[in-house]
């Protein structure tokens, strides 16, 4: 029955929680020792080249949003029976880190529940940052969805239309982070014009120069009309022959959190290697407004909430975060445990690898529901 389906999943939680009683203790940084402990800025311990995961979930937790609705338990009506154990996992990790009293807390449970599904998780190698984002948001996604029906009508003739239903998805990842592409499809023959749409959580900019750019001309160069010429030519329905085509993409659905991955790691022909460009991004205020479609532009501005940084090679290297906290309002380093306040000045680097920028100013996670 449902109610036992809760009662058990509220039980999984406690266990979770228990469970941090045996995790080896975190490494106390005595000149920190007496410094006071916010919510939300909490450290997290290394599991053996875990730093992927610990800078994820520290972004993630800077998202009050999303960290208000596991706080507040509405995640638990919308668990879905046959996989809930990371979104359990997930709430258990947050709360710690909200509402905990340690400096730091181990994600074990969190790992090991993702663990389950993906093995790769559990070795103990160096993996993608922004490949572990897009695997925990769809995880959290399957996890909390609900279905909404809505009418469309199919014509299937002149004088008579079919009415169909038609399912779509919902959740508290989609709310957030789900926007939509627009491409415009452009035969360059006969100018017959169709538009094809895409739905995203991350966008992944190129990086236009080797030394210096601005996330503006990163944004400039993924938006810029393409034109597909040779085997890239695309159909054309009109003229019922591969044609060569001119495509620009535009923001038809602008998300609340939009995050952008800075596709550092570059592959020319055989050779694979890591551009090290220093990309200005701002702090505040970052303008999309070029890049949303006119009738769309809901939410041009955003600001800077989270940043993962990279550093060393392909074959190696360790990722650090930079968040901003909701209940002092500044910028936190998190180095696996090792947690330190920094200036707005520090928050720009040239080891910036994915951003996290919010088109709505961040309030404290509230613990309970509003009755």
Not at 41 to 61: D, K
Not at 69 to 92: M, P, R
Request: aromatic letters at 12%; a neutral charge; hydrophobic letters at 35%.
């Amino acid at each position: 029955p449902e109610s036992e389906f809760k009662v058990r999943s509220i039980f999984l939680l406690r266990s979770f929680a228990e469970c941090t009683d045996h995790y080896d203790p975190c490494p106390v940084n005595k000149a920190e020792e007496n410094q006071p402990h916010f919510q939300g800025v909490t450290g997290l311990r290394n599991l053996g080249n875990t730093c992927y995961m610990n800078a994820i979930l520290q972004c993630l937790c800077s998202i009050s949003p999303l960290v208000e609705y596991f706080l507040s338990g509405k995640y638990i009506n919308s668990l879905q029976k046959d996989c809930s154990e990371v979104a359990t996992a997930f709430a258990c990790v947050m709360t710690d880190m909200w509402l905990g009293d340690s400096d730091c807390v181990s994600p074990e449970i969190f790992r090991s529940a993702l663990g389950n599904l993906y093995p790769v998780f559990m070795k103990k190698t160096q993996q993608d940052a922004q490949e572990f984002l897009i695997y925990v948001l769809n995880e959290l996604h399957e996890a909390l969805k609900k279905y909404h029906w809505r009418k469309s009508y199919e014509k299937k003739s002149i004088s008579r239309c079919c009415r169909k239903m038609i399912a779509s998805e919902s959740s508290i990842i989609t709310q957030l982070f789900e926007g939509q592409l627009s491409y415009s499809i452009i035969c360059l023959k006969c100018e017959n014009c169709t538009y094809k749409n895409e739905v995203f959580t991350i966008i992944s900019l190129p990086i236009p120069s080797e030394y210096e750019c601005s996330l503006q001309d990163c944004l400039q160069c993924f938006f810029q009309q393409d034109t597909l010429t040779w085997n890239n030519q695309i159909h054309c329905s009109f003229c019922e022959t591969k044609q060569e085509t001119a495509v620009r993409a535009t923001i038809s659905k602008a998300p609340k959190t939009i995050v952008f991955h800075l596709k550092r790691f570059d592959i020319l022909g055989t050779m694979k290697r890591k551009l090290r460009t220093n990309i200005h991004y701002p702090l505040t205020n970052l303008d999309l407004t070029p890049y949303i479609c006119p009738i769309f532009r809901k939410h041009p501005k955003y600001n800077l909430c989270a940043v993962v940084n990279h550093f060393g090679d392909l074959d190696g290297g360790h990722y650090t975060a930079f968040c901003k906290n909701s209940v002092t309002q500044a910028w936190y380093s998190f180095d696996d445990t090792r947690v330190s306040e920094i200036p707005d000045t520090s928050v720009q680097t040239a080891a910036a690898y994915l951003l996290f920028y919010s088109c709505q100013p961040f309030s404290i996670p509230r613990q309970k529901c509003k009755s």
